[in-house]
């Protein structure tokens, strides 16, 4: 029987090994974590991440073929495939501070798989890492193990998005599976393939060198933030011109050559990846001397701040160039919708610069807990009680109760369908509302007597 050990069991780690468990009943899966606190979660009723689908999936198989755990090196030693998905965010000091990818939490696991190994191990890159990084690792390896133990690295990187893990790893697009060129390399590639072949067409698993497959996951990202900051440069100017960003985004995906995903106007691309994975790509860029690359992809980031900002600018402006003291509705903090994640939300720098003019304001959404939102805001509890700044409320009618304005910042279906005739009636007027994912009927909001603003539509 061939076991298999996830290292991390983060967002990434954890659905995707379920999903690994689920599909193959004759592999057993144990996923490993430095974190108590994670794994008693991921081995009790309510699980450290929401994730529509997943707690199914866990269900189905905790306790059978799959199993969480913090025996981190009995479960190392034991396996036959080790996929590492640990965190690998951007470095806060030293060398490459603020762009390059911080490699602590894969070394650590690489330098514990070469401690703890006695037969040999094929080792799966799952986390995004900098194009090169299974040379690292294979050193690490090589330099510390047992004589004898022999380790092949593959790069597997994950496409999964948030939100729809579960779909995406159940029907994956593809599979990426890159390794070294040999024999011993080659056979690797074909036993990491075996496993997926249980549920993913032969078709859809590529197979490439290393560092293609590694390159090839910051290349996707970068591409699809890239989509998003095109489309809300095009939002500026729709704004300024009575181009409707809507229709030219519907334009543009009837083209078979461009498609129609990725093409969503916003408040501001989101998540823990996007912007770490541009800036490593930006400073793999200018480690190779390739400035003119690096500036390119560094655009990328710079249009996404511009909309964020652009976004406080327009909700200050529109109120009478003043929000200090005025009661402020934001709906909705996560990222993006169907998830209680928060990571680089662009409601943290949208909450930032209202609290900055002085706006009071008052915080719903349905999965991200009051102590996650605070965290995010550098408050503490105390500061939201004694100032009364910031509140977080159980729903929207509250949130909206008094307010002067309405921010959307994350596009939860529930927005769509409140009674608007209610909110309106129980705001101070003017009453405005800022769209920031424009999933709001403006015609009837301005039916209603609001006054809306909503992403590249001109006011
Ligand atoms: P995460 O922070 O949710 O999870 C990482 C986990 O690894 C944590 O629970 C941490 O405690 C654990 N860990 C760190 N060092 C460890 C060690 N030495 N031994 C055991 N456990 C250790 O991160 P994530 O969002 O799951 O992302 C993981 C990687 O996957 C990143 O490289 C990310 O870029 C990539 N990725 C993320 C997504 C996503 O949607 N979140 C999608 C594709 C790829
Ligand atoms: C993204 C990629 O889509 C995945 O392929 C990748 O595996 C993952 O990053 C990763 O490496 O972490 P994720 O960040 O989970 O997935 O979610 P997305 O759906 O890509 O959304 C990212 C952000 O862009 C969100 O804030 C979302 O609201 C925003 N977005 C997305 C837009 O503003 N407009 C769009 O058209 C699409």
């Given at each position: 029987m061939v076991k298999i050990c996830g290292i991390g069991a983060g967002y990434v780690g954890g659905p995707t090994m379920a999903v690994i468990a689920l599909k193959c009943p004759s592999i057993e899966v144990a996923v490993v974590d430095i974190s108590h606190s994670r794994i008693s979660a991921w081995n009790s009723d309510k699980l450290p991440i929401y994730e529509p689908g997943l707690e199914?999936?866990?269900?189905?198989?905790?306790?059978?073929?799959?199993?969480?755990?913090?025996?981190?090196e009995k479960h190392?030693?034991?396996?036959?495939?080790?996929?590492?998905?640990?965190n690998t965010p951007t470095k806060s000091g030293g060398l490459g501070a603020g762009k390059?990818?911080?490699?602590?939490?894969?070394?650590?696991?690489?330098?514990?798989?070469?401690?703890?190994?006695?037969?040999?191990?094929?080792?799966?890159?799952?986390?995004?890492?900098?194009?090169?990084?299974?040379?690292?690792?294979?050193?690490?390896?090589?330099?510390?193990?047992?004589?004898?133990?022999?380790?092949?690295?593959?790069?597997?990187?994950?496409?999964?998005?948030?939100?729809?893990?579960?779909?995406?790893?159940?029907?994956?697009?593809?599979?990426?599976?890159?390794?070294?060129?040999?024999?011993?390399?080659?056979?690797?590639?074909?036993?990491l393939k075996g496993i997926y072949d249980h549920w993913v067409p032969e078709d859809r698993i590529i197979t490439t060198n290393l560092w293609s497959a590694e390159l090839s996951k910051l290349a996707d990202n970068?591409?699809?933030?890239?989509?998003?900051?095109?489309?809300?440069?095009?939002?500026?100017?729709?704004?300024v011109t009575g181009a409707e960003v809507?229709?030219?985004?519907?334009?543009?995906?009837?083209?078979?050559?461009?498609?129609?995903?990725f093409l969503n106007a916003s408040v501001g691309f989101g998540g823990s990846c996007f912007q770490k994975d541009i800036l490593n790509l930006v400073y793999i860029c200018e480690s190779n001397g390739l400035i003119e690359v690096a500036n390119y992809w560094k655009q990328v980031i710079k249009v996404n701040d511009y909309q964020k900002s652009r976004f406080v600018n327009r909700v200050v402006s529109s109120m009478f160039n003043t929000v200090s003291g005025k009661k402020i509705a934001v709906l909705g903090f996560a990222f993006k919708k169907d998830t209680s994640d928060t990571r680089k939300t662009p409601a943290i720098d949208v909450c930032k610069g209202l609290l900055g003019d002085n706006a009071c304001l008052?915080?719903?959404?349905?999965?991200?807990?009051?102590?996650?939102?605070?965290?995010?805001?550098?408050?503490?509890?105390?500061?939201?009680?004694?100032?009364?700044?910031?509140n977080i409320v159980r729903d929207a009618y509250e949130a909206t109760k008094d307010a002067h304005g309405i921010c959307i910042l994350t596009e939860w279906d529930e927005f769509k369908t409140l009674d608007y005739q209610k909110v309106f009636?129980?705001?101070?007027?003017?009453?405005?509302?800022?769209?920031?994912?424009?999933?709001?009927?403006?015609?009837?909001?301005?039916?209603?007597?609001?006054?809306v603003y909503s992403i590249g539509r001109p006011l």
């Open positions: 199914e999936v866990v269900k189905q198989c905790r306790g059978k073929n799959l199993l969480f755990s913090t025996d981190v190392i030693s034991e396996a036959d495939i080790i996929f590492v998905s640990v390059a990818a911080d490699l602590t939490y894969w070394e650590s696991a690489a330098r514990m798989v070469a401690d703890v190994s006695k037969s040999n191990k094929i080792v799966v890159e799952k986390s995004t890492v900098p194009v090169r990084t299974a040379e690292a690792i294979e050193k690490i390896l090589t330099h510390n193990s047992s004589k004898g133990v022999k380790f092949q690295i593959l790069s597997n990187p994950e496409f999964l998005s948030e939100g729809t893990a579960i779909q995406d790893l159940i029907k994956p697009d593809r599979v990426l599976i890159g390794g070294r060129d040999g024999p011993e390399g080659q056979e690797a590639i074909l036993k970068a591409f699809l933030a890239q989509r998003i900051s095109s489309i809300n440069a095009m939002s500026a100017l729709c704004e809507s229709q030219v985004s519907h334009a543009l995906s009837k083209n078979t050559k461009i498609g129609p995903k008052s915080i719903y959404d349905p999965k991200v807990s009051e102590e996650q939102i605070l965290k995010d805001l550098s408050l503490s509890s105390a500061a939201t009680t004694t100032v009364k700044q910031v009636d129980n705001m101070q007027k003017p009453a405005f509302v800022f769209d920031g994912r424009n999933i709001l009927n403006v015609d009837k909001l301005r039916e209603i007597g609001f006054i």
